[in-house]
């Protein structure tokens, strides 16, 4: 057997159930020997396309993902979503076929290229360690949970594999959860019990059932408010006492009653820039802990009271564990009254500016709401649009939304919405794009067709880098470069074999119901030609973080 089989087969053996890529003569025998050895192969149209579905595959299934590339340029089209991915810590394992002779056209130093975007560098190196060497990149990924880039060099791929230097590959155990210290512990339930107004900021950290739990028993016996990071959105879906999303996109009375806090916990959240408005939610006088099982993320992003290493759930569970009773807190009725009805963004009272001709994002946003099934999982791409879908498309759980935006690229919604379609077959995919994003991403449309996904496309269409526009515009700077004629992106999807309609007024939204109420046999495409009239709310928190 040769090597590139070998690893293949091991791959699949450790656990990688799901592979993505454009297969090209570097991976072709790599890629054969995972589907043979009972891998799924997704192909996608192209290799930056195929890394945000693995990226996205992991994040909402909660597995190892790989990506096939071809050495070189198969490599270098992929490295916007592998950077996404590497700041995201995603459990990803590139298969990277690797071109070592300098005078090859595709030789490019591709560990110096897993090094600048942050992710982990391995190579296979020999016939006799292939097996062992794949195995440890897939335990590092999930251990360490690393975007892992192993370089397979064509000549070691060639190599006959000797005889029982193929082992016996295995899924790697779970990764340990980090046990709190006690006293850290003890010191985080003495703050909770002098606090009056407790919130609890829960995020990617958190993102399990058993750390949901744990939080909502905590924050009912301390009286806290509930919210999430971004990437966590939907994990307290239900509960009363949530205040949805902690950030630039938190509604009027989320960012309110968190800035009234006296004490914020950040669990698994690194209360960056984002989630925290660049400091602004954090009262002068509040007092900031943080909970990671990771010591280097602890007070990473702002100065902390106490910061405590330790496992989100097995953290609640052991505070939980030092007993006490249960207290109001933050949890008084007029506080629940205005949860209830003002929470949301879609009950903030708004002008709508929607003409005959273009629709207010925030109408469309709504409808879509009412109109799809509430069992779905959105992903979204990036732009002066993103909030709309981000916060007025409500979610059913933490699984509900998955949020690519770690680095910012446009072009990565469509991608994101596959994977996470992938990884949650059960649910209606929504797929919320800007027209520029959309555009950049077409091909892939092909994929969503060829895969049979019943997947709802969005896009917010200005014909334009509206964030661009809204930030640029007003000091009077010329647009002809980030404003563009109007396209038929209808028309486009059409040509990929996607149902469409034309969005301009709430009454063509119509043929949206008439979909979903249909046997969905092909996807939806909606081109909605939105307003452009004014920036979002949150852009310019944004363009601050540049």
Same mark, same amino acid.
């Given at each position: 057997?040769?090597?590139?089989?070998?690893?293949?087969?091991?791959?699949?053996?450790?656990?990688?159930?799901?592979?993505?890529?454009?297969?090209?003569?570097?991976?072709?025998?790599?890629?054969?020997?995972?589907?043979?050895?009972?891998?799924?192969?997704?192909?996608?149209?192209?290799?930056?396309?195929?890394?945000?579905?693995?990226?996205?595959?992991?994040?909402?299934?909660?597995?190892?993902?790989?990506?096939?590339?071809?050495?070189?340029?198969?490599?270098?089209?992929?490295?916007?979503?592998?950077?996404?991915?590497?700041?995201?810590?995603?459990?990803?394992?590139?298969?990277?076929?690797?071109?070592?002779?300098?005078?090859?056209?595709?030789?490019?130093?591709?560990?110096?290229?897993?090094?600048?975007?942050?992710?982990?560098?391995?190579?296979?190196?020999?016939?006799?360690?292939?097996?062992?060497?794949?195995?440890?990149?897939?335990?590092?990924?999930?251990?360490?949970?690393?975007?892992?880039?192993?370089?397979?060099?064509?000549?070691?791929?060639?190599?006959?594999?000797? &005889?029982?230097? /193929?082992? @016996?590959? =295995?899924?790697?155990?779970? $990764?340990?959860? %980090?046990?709190?210290?006690?006293?850290? !512990? #003890?010191?985080?339930?003495?703050?909770?019990?002098?606090?009056?107004?407790?919130?609890?900021?829960?995020?990617?950290?958190?993102?399990?059932?058993?750390?949901?739990?744990?939080?909502?028993?905590?924050?009912?016996?301390?009286?806290?408010?509930?919210?999430?990071?971004?990437?966590?959105?939907?994990?307290?879906?239900?509960?009363?006492?949530?205040?949805?999303?902690?950030?630039?996109?938190?509604?009027?009375?989320?960012?309110?009653?968190?800035?009234?806090?006296?004490?914020?916990?950040?669990?698994?959240?690194?209360?960056?820039?984002?989630?925290?408005?660049?400091?602004?939610?954090?009262?002068?006088?509040?007092?900031?802990?943080?909970?990671? &099982?990771?010591? /280097?993320? @602890?007070? =990473?992003?702002?100065?902390? $009271?106490?910061? %405590?290493?330790?496992?989100?759930?097995? !953290? #609640?569970?052991?505070?939980?564990?030092?007993?006490?009773?249960?207290?109001?807190?933050?949890?008084?009725?007029?506080?629940?009254?205005?949860?209830?009805?003002?929470?949301?963004?879609?009950?903030?009272?708004?002008?709508?500016?929607?003409?005959?001709?273009?629709?207010?994002?925030?109408?469309?946003?709504?409808?879509?709401?009412?109109?799809?099934?509430?069992?779905?999982?959105?992903?979204?791409?990036?732009?002066?649009?993103?909030?709309?879908?981000?916060?007025?498309?409500?979610?059913?759980?933490?699984?509900?939304?998955?949020?690519?935006?770690?680095?910012?690229?446009?072009?990565?919604?469509?991608?994101?919405?596959?994977?996470?379609?992938?990884?949650?077959?059960?649910? @209606?995919?929504?797929?919320?794009?800007?027209?520029?994003?959309?555009?950049?991403?077409?091909?892939?449309?092909?994929?969503?067709?060829?895969?049979?996904?019943?997947?709802?496309?969005?896009?917010?269409?200005?014909?334009?880098?509206?964030?661009?526009?809204?930030?640029?515009?007003?000091?009077?700077?010329?647009?002809?470069?980030?404003?563009?004629?109007?396209?038929?992106?209808?028309?486009?999807?059409?040509?990929?074999?996607?149902?469409?309609?034309?969005?301009?007024?709430?009454?063509?939204?119509?043929?949206?119901?008439?979909?979903?109420?249909?046997?969905?046999?092909?996807?939806?495409?909606?081109?909605?030609?939105?307003?452009?009239?004014?920036?979002?709310?949150?852009?310019?928190?944004?363009?601050?973080?540049?």
């Amino acid at each position: 057997m040769k090597v590139a089989e070998a690893v293949g087969r091991a791959l699949a053996a450790a656990g990688v159930d799901r592979v993505f890529g454009v297969v090209g003569s570097g991976n072709f025998h790599l890629t054969n020997g995972m589907v043979a050895a009972g891998s799924r192969f997704v192909a996608a149209r192209h290799e930056g396309g195929a890394a945000t579905m693995a990226d996205a595959y992991a994040r909402m299934s909660g597995r190892v993902a790989a990506l096939t590339v071809h050495q070189g340029p198969g490599l270098t089209n992929a490295l916007t979503g592998i950077t996404e991915a590497a700041k995201s810590r995603t459990p990803l394992v590139v298969l990277a076929a690797e071109a070592t002779e300098p005078r090859s056209n595709f030789h490019v130093d591709q560990e110096a290229l897993a090094h600048a975007v942050g992710a982990v560098a391995a190579r296979v190196t020999s016939a006799q360690d292939a097996v062992e060497q794949a195995c440890a990149a897939v335990r590092r990924a999930l251990h360490e949970r690393r975007t892992v880039l192993l370089n397979l060099p064509l000549e070691v791929q060639a190599l006959d594999v000797p &005889d029982g230097a /193929s082992g @016996l590959a =295995a899924p790697p155990g779970e $990764r340990a959860a %980090v046990e709190p210290a006690a006293a850290d !512990t #003890a010191a985080l339930v003495e703050l909770l019990e002098r606090s009056r107004r407790p919130v609890f900021v829960a995020g990617r950290g958190a993102r399990t059932p058993g750390g949901r739990d744990a939080l909502a028993e905590l924050a009912e016996r301390h009286g806290a408010l509930l919210a999430t990071s971004a990437v966590a959105r939907g994990l307290f879906h239900g509960n009363p006492w949530s205040l949805d999303v902690s950030g630039g996109f938190s509604s009027p009375l989320a960012a309110e009653l968190i800035q009234e806090a006296d004490l914020i916990v950040g669990w698994g959240c690194a209360l960056n820039m984002w989630t925290m408005r660049h400091g602004r939610l954090i009262g002068p006088d509040t007092t900031v802990v943080q909970v990671d &099982d990771d010591t /280097s993320a @602890l007070g =990473a992003h702002r100065e902390v $009271r106490l910061g %405590v290493t330790g496992d989100v759930e097995l !953290t #609640a569970r052991r505070a939980l564990d030092a007993g006490g009773g249960q207290r109001q807190g933050y949890r008084t009725a007029d506080i629940a009254a205005a949860i209830s009805a003002r929470v949301r963004w879609r009950d903030v009272p708004y002008e709508d500016t929607g003409t005959r001709e273009r629709i207010d994002p925030r109408t469309l946003s709504i409808a879509l709401d009412d109109l799809l099934p509430a069992e779905r999982v959105i992903g979204v791409d990036s732009g002066n649009f993103m909030g709309y879908p981000s916060m007025y498309l409500s979610v059913p759980d933490h699984n509900g939304l998955c949020f690519t935006q770690a680095f910012q690229s446009i072009g990565l919604g469509l991608a994101t919405a596959i994977g996470a379609a992938l990884a949650h077959p059960d649910r @209606l995919p929504v797929a919320a794009l800007g027209d520029g994003g959309a555009l950049m991403s077409a091909v892939e449309l092909d994929t969503v067709r060829r895969l049979g996904l019943p997947m709802v496309v969005v896009v917010y269409n200005d014909d334009a880098y509206g964030a661009e526009v809204h930030h640029f515009g007003p000091d009077g700077h010329p647009l002809d470069t980030v404003e563009f004629p109007p396209t038929d992106i209808a028309a486009v999807g059409r040509g990929y074999g996607f149902e469409t309609v034309t969005v301009r007024t709430s009454a063509d939204l119509k043929a949206v119901g008439d979909w979903v109420a249909g046997p969905r046999s092909a996807p939806l495409l909606i081109d909605a030609k939105v307003v452009s009239d004014r920036g979002a709310w949150w852009l310019e928190e944004a363009f601050r973080g540049h």
